[in-house]
């Protein structure tokens, strides 16, 4: 199926974009800004299964809408709201019930996002990241418990919660997942070992050593449990009298710290009686002084002149702003400390994450089916029939990034390359030459001089219809 028809509106920074005399070859061409790359986005995200981000929405615009025609009888239309993204599913006039699952048949495994250009223009452990990402790879959780029994491990499986894992997801990371378990369960034993074994020492150094002796095989365990049950009644019932009577004692002691209370209250009060008599009579006299002296202050005041003040506030207000800037240079100084700490951190990390990133298992490597024939990858080296991609022409490497792009393909026979122009003329041979051979529909960005968005395809140059994009803005 090839795109016969395409419609973007208030997608990224387009504003209204229409299309419909597509070719072999469609360049999208003109200046960086102009909306090359959004159109190959928007392609890419109507084919999208799932996933919702409403970043997509052009500035300013409550949604974004995306309409592709495929052969003239099936149409996807998809809807980008802030709240959700909708996909309508139209084929042969009949719409499609379950179109995420339409979609995941027609594009097989989201070729529509593998980039050949970039595959080619990629560093080592690049392309080998987005040869993994492009390949559909599935560890099952039944496939990791067959293996973990085969490995003489099957006792340990009722140890493993494998509950949490992510089976969907990527059989790299699915590994890693059981990896992570299985470390926290060990861990988790570990302690538990310890814990048992201080237990266990402490239980046996509690024990008191048993002796044999004639004493004890006469012993009469019956009358010697009679005898003491008859003293421990007596006992209890002389504890309960002396209980009670310590109640009492307790309820008499109460009873005259009650007393003594209220008669310390009473003196209290008495003597705060004859403070507040003596305080009230100093008051008044205090009253009539203030008022006094109010009166005269008030006189005083009217034939006062103010002085200026604002020379004296202007210096001490430049004296503020100077201890604010010493503040700010101190608090830069202790910053530039914090941050050589954190940069140290963030160097170890950046170290350890390394580590971790090249840990990946050859046997886990060794379950990957390759699209293409003889390929091979280990560490970062891709093989083809055991020559090192690398090693091989600029075009001969193009050739493969291309054929891996369409033996990831499903139904839909599209090409997505963005920077045709980055490529070196052999390689540009190279695509133009692989593409004549082959039914898929290219489209391809190339920076021109062009101040608007041109389509060129099979050779005929037409500007897009009402194409509206935010300046110097390239996605």
Not at 78 to 89: H, L, S, W
Not at 216 to 225: I, P, R
Not at 425 to 435: F, G, I, P, R
Request: glycine content about 6%.
């Amino acid at each position: 199926m090839k795109i016969t028809k395409l419609t973007i509106s208030d997608f990224l920074g387009i504003g209204t974009f229409s299309y419909d005399r597509f070719g072999k070859f469609n360049r999208l061409k003109g200046k960086n800004g102009v909306g090359k790359s959004s159109v190959l986005k928007a392609i890419q995200e109507a084919f999208k299964e799932r996933g919702h981000d409403p970043e997509l929405i052009k500035i300013d615009s409550e949604c974004a809408e995306i309409m592709i025609e495929l052969d003239g009888q099936l149409e996807i239309s998809r809807k980008i709201t802030p709240e959700r993204n909708q996909i309508d599913i139209v084929h042969a006039g009949q719409p499609i019930t379950k179109p995420a699952a339409f979609l995941k048949k027609l594009i097989g495994n989201g070729h529509l996002v593998f980039d050949p250009v970039l595959f080619y223009l990629a560093d080592k452990r690049t392309r080998r990241d987005l040869l993994l990402q492009a390949v559909h790879f599935v560890l099952d959780r039944n496939y990791i418990e067959t293996e973990i029994e085969h490995k003489g491990f099957g006792d340990l499986l009722a140890e493993l919660d494998l509950s949490e894992i992510d089976w969907h997801g990527h059989g790299l990371l699915v590994f890693e997942q059981v990896k992570g378990v299985v470390y926290d369960r060990r861990g988790e034993a570990n302690h538990e070992v310890d814990i048992t074994k201080k237990a266990i020492e402490k239980d046996r150094s509690e024990i008191p050593e048993i002796v044999d002796s004639d004493k004890w095989q006469k012993f009469d365990l019956s009358k010697m449990t009679k005898e003491l049950a008859e003293k421990q009644n007596v006992v209890s019932a002389k504890s309960a009298k002396e209980k009670m009577l310590d109640r009492l004692r307790s309820d008499r002691d109460r009873i005259k710290q009650t007393i003594q209370g209220r008669d310390n209250e009473i003196k209290q009060l008495q003597e705060r009686l004859e403070m507040l008599i003596a305080t009230q009579a100093a008051s008044k006299a205090e009253l009539e002084q203030t008022i006094a002296a109010g009166k005269d202050l008030k006189e005083e005041i009217e034939n006062m002149q103010p002085p200026a003040t604002d020379e004296i506030e202007t210096e001490i207000a430049a004296y503020e702003q100077h201890q604010k800037a010493l503040h700010r240079l101190e608090d830069i100084e202790r910053r530039e400390k914090q941050l050589e700490a954190l940069e140290a951190t963030a160097d170890r990390l950046n170290q350890f994450f390394k580590l971790l990133d090249t840990g990946i298992k050859k046997e886990i490597l060794s379950n990957v089916e390759f699209p293409v024939e003889g390929l091979t990858v280990k560490e970062d080296i891709i093989r083809i029939d055991d020559i090192e991609l690398d090693k091989r022409s600029s075009g001969e490497q193009l050739v493969f990034s291309i054929r891996l792009a369409k033996q990831l393909a499903g139904d839909v026979k599209i090409l997505c390359v963005d920077g045709f122009e980055k490529l070196d003329d052999d390689a540009k041979s190279a695509l133009v030459n692989e593409a004549e051979k082959d039914e898929f529909e290219y489209f391809l960005t190339e920076v021109s001089n062009d101040r608007e968005l041109k389509i060129d395809s099979a050779g005929e140059t037409a500007p897009v219809v009402q194409l509206a994009m935010t300046p110097d803005e390239d996605f």
